[in-house]
């Protein structure tokens, strides 16, 4: 049978080639649209206005359920950073429950309940649904948070904005939003380290019990779930929620450059640039528009098939990727378009950024481009829709946004009707790099004066990682008679003098530190003439240590021990001899002076450290000779670098070492935008540290 049905195939094919030759050279047409057929959303409203909307879906024993707020909050003005810490904050207790005993029920049920300051949701097991349900409205109605959990908040929201002002994607998007949108917009708001601190309880009491109402709440219930047992639970929990009149605030209206802006945030000796050109919109959900944009987007930098990523990436090598977005909002839009790149290319990405946007506006796409992004994009639209909780989001957008009832039902018909003509007039509109913000992330001296040519005035703006315009780096030339091997005699006879440094033999020393909230204690101990014994470890845990004697040691870290071979060996070599400085040709270093700038607002004179293919900067004050700055560059996992600043300040007097000082105060890089801050709890030198230290 199996070679008879065979058989007829194979007769049907060749007939229907006889009678029709393929031409494989024309693209087949695109069949028409498929109808959407999208899960049925049943709805209902409480008599305290919450709207309720309802998607069954049976498949699995499981619920998930989640308010979104829909609501216009005054400016956070000098408080700003307190909506997001609500996220937090509204987990730590209620009225009814403490904060233990509110994890304690949420574990024991294996829920997961969460919260924002814009809404709460919950997921469980169908059989736990009375208990998320009422988990849910007891933090809904009767959050109780306490001053001491407000300072925890403080504490931990203040250690991480720490960790992310060296951050160059961080730096970036909070400068984006200062400058696309301003300070008297929500989304131009920046948290600083005195805005956090200006953060009482008074004001988050006051945010939650003028927002959290259910007349401006819309929850959706998604699983296993009928929409009787739906309202009876949301009845018999939230039926008793209050509702009260919300404020709604007026922003300002933000508004994109009338003419191109170059925006430079200088961070210390970047190898590399993170990059946006930027600027704000008016795009509301579920307009007309919103389609057209998202396929033009998709063109533009929407992924890897994108044009930015095709052209910087695959076509020249700059960049790991390079993507763009057009985003709508109620509030305020925008567009960005984004990449990472070396120094040496920064200028020549942003010219093909520039490049490609108005290639868009000015060159209608090809119809085999169009068609395989519109093609990707029905693909992902129909994989959306296997999602219960896309489903329940899509009836609360359209009851939100006052969108079109059918909107998504005639999504894929409205995607497959864009062409080529829709495209361009759609660029043209949206798509505009002459009245953008150019803003970049990167050093100063390699990037600034290249990027010139992009702004319309030809001048370059500064601006800090808040968002606040600053002042260039003041560059100064050193005197024409000090040189680097000067700057490091003077830093020599600073720290005790040569003689001083000769006579060492060992040092011992330990610092603690805080990060995140955790305790850690650095060790260190070196021994003449090269051995060296390096630990961090927390509540007596040893997370990494690093042994070296002379001639081979090891690293650990995780329960992973490496061998020290090769380059490893060099480094380890360099770092256990205690006086290195003394003899920097020893191990291939060459120092070069190449000015004076300011460290925390004193001067310092810059020396550029060559070693083989490596280059560091370190900073010597001016007027002390010490050492107070040191910036490396590190590999990232990615294949791009970082680079990495040690400070240094606080220089005594190691106790019975006749005028050896050190640092007692070090802020370390422990990675990306993540610092410790150490202090020197005990040192000593010369006390005659034995040899198995370093077994």
Known sequence: ??????????????????????????????????????????????????????????????????????????LEGTKTGMMDMMSELLLTGTKTRSNDKLNEEIDFIGANINASHEGISGSGLKKHQDKIFELMADIAMN????QTELDKAKTRTLSGMEADENNPDNMLQKVAAAINYGKGHPYGEIATKETINNIDLAAVNKYYSTYFRPNVAYMAIVGDITLAEAKALVEKYFGK?????VPVAKYADPKAPSKTRVIVVP???????????????????GTADVIKTRVANSILGGGSNGRLFLNLREAHGWTYGSYSSISADDLKGSVTAYAKAR???????????????????????????????????????????????????????IERYKMPKDYYQNYLKNLAAVNAADIQAISKKYITPATSNIIVVGSQDEIAEKLKRFDADGTVEFFDTYGNPIKATEKVAAPSNVTADDVMKKYINAIGGEAV???????????????QGQKLTLSSLKKAPNKLKQAISMSGMVLQKKVFNGTGGYEEAQGQRKTLEGDDIKSAQEEADLQADLHADKYGIKRSLKGIEKVNDKDAYK?????????????????TGYLVKKVETAPMPDGSSVSLATEMGDYQEVPGSNGYKIPFSIKIPLGPGMNLDAKVVSAAVNKGIADTEFE
């Open 1 to 74: 049978m199996k070679k008879i049905i065979l058989s007829i195939s194979a007769l049907a094919i060749a007939a229907i080639s006889y009678a029709q030759p393929l031409d494989r050279s024309i693209r087949p047409k695109a069949g028409p649209a498929p109808e959407i057929k999208l899960g049925k959303t049943e709805s209902f409203t409480l008599a305290n206005g919450m709207k309720v909307f309802v998607v069954e879906n049976h498949k699995l024993p499981t619920i998930a359920a989640s308010i979104q707020l829909d609501i216009k909050p005054a």
């Open 143 to 146: 959050a109780d948070i306490k």
């Open 241 to 245: 929620w209050a509702k009260a009149t």
């Open 267 to 285: 961070r210390d000796a970047a190898v590399q640039s993170v990059i946006n050109v930027t600027y704000p919109i008016d795009l509301m959900p």
């Open 343 to 397: 120094n040496a290319v920064t200028d020549s990405s942003v010219n093909e950024i520039i490049a490609e946007m108005n290639k868009m506006r000015n060159i209608p796409v090809g119809n085999e481009e169009l068609q395989n992004h519109l093609t990707y994009m029905s693909g992902a639209f129909a994989i959306g829709l296997e999602s219960p909780g896309t489903v329940a989001q899509y009836a609360i957008n």
């Open 501 to 515: 440094v000769n006579q060492l033999k060992d040092v011992a020393i330990v610092m603690e530190g805080s990060f």
């Open 607 to 623: 020396v550029e450290v060559l070693q083989g293919d490596e280059k560091t900067i370190e900073y010597y004050e001016v007027a």
